[in-house]
């Protein structure tokens, strides 16, 4: 069955500190990984995505790893705003349609406080 | 940020009536989607379109229903709501890339 499991599943870290963000997905086959990040009450917004190929990549102070081979992902903040309390979905596609099927993770729940 | 647009962005409404939720998007995008989502959970795909007159139902059962007679508009009918059907409504829309953008979302609450 394919599946994205995230951990943690909330998380609280104190304003300019890092965090990590893990992804973990049996999804297969692989065509990509997405973090999305989705304030209360709004729809996600693209973080960045990774093909088979791709390793790592940044977008700002986010930071995403792939390793397709233990089939992980992470998601790397550096020094936390206020604005980075959301939570943060793991989407996984596969290449088993036109449709571009996503299977989607129940998020990370991050509070930063000052 | 991308040009999706969903309203109601609330929505209060006793078990029985008739619901349109309307989605538009001004990207000329040929897919658009619904997804359903409870507080907590992951985001479950209800219908998906290609395109218009193409509609199709996705993973999660849902008694809802769909349209798609322009490209930019995509609305989702509750024929009769229940409070089960109390849930955010997401509507999305991909291009070539496959991208999907979100729009901000229906928070429902049938009473």
């Known amino acids: 069955k394919n599946q994205v499991e995230q951990s943690p599943q909330s998380l609280i870290i104190l304003e300019g500190k890092n965090c990590t963000l893990q992804?973990?997905?049996?999804?297969?086959?692989?065509?990509?990984l997405r973090w999305y990040k989705q304030d209360t009450g709004r729809g996600p917004v693209s973080l960045t995505i990774?093909?088979?190929?791709?390793n790592t990549k940044s977008n700002g102070r986010y930071t995403a790893t792939l390793d397709a081979d233990t089939k992980q992902s992470s998601l790397h903040i550096t020094a936390s705003q206020l604005s980075d309390s959301a939570s943060y979905i793991c989407?996984?596609?596969?290449?088993?349609?036109?449709?571009?099927?996503?299977?989607f993770g129940r998020g990370t729940q991050l509070t930063v406080w000052p | 940020e991308a040009d999706i647009y969903q309203t109601p962005r609330y929505l209060v409404i006793g078990t029985g009536k008739k619901i349109t939720l309307e989605c538009s998007q001004t990207m000329g995008h040929d897919k658009m989607y619904w997804y359903q989502q409870d507080p907590g959970m992951e985001l479950h795909l209800i219908h998906y379109?290609?395109?218009?007159?193409?509609?199709e139902k996705g993973d999660l059962s849902s008694e809802s229903t769909v349209s798609r007679i322009r490209t930019e508009h995509f609305p989702l009918t509750l024929e009769s709501a229940r409070p089960s059907h109390t849930s955010q409504y997401l509507c999305a829309s991909s291009g070539s890339r496959a991208e999907q953008y979100f729009g901000p979302g229906t928070r429902l609450t049938v009473t």
């Open positions: 990774m093909t088979f190929s791709e």
């Open positions: 989407v996984v596609s596969d290449r088993g349609s036109t449709l571009g099927r996503l299977y």
């Open positions: 992804c973990n997905y049996t999804v297969s086959p692989f065509s990509n």
């Open positions: 379109s290609y395109g218009v007159n193409s509609t």
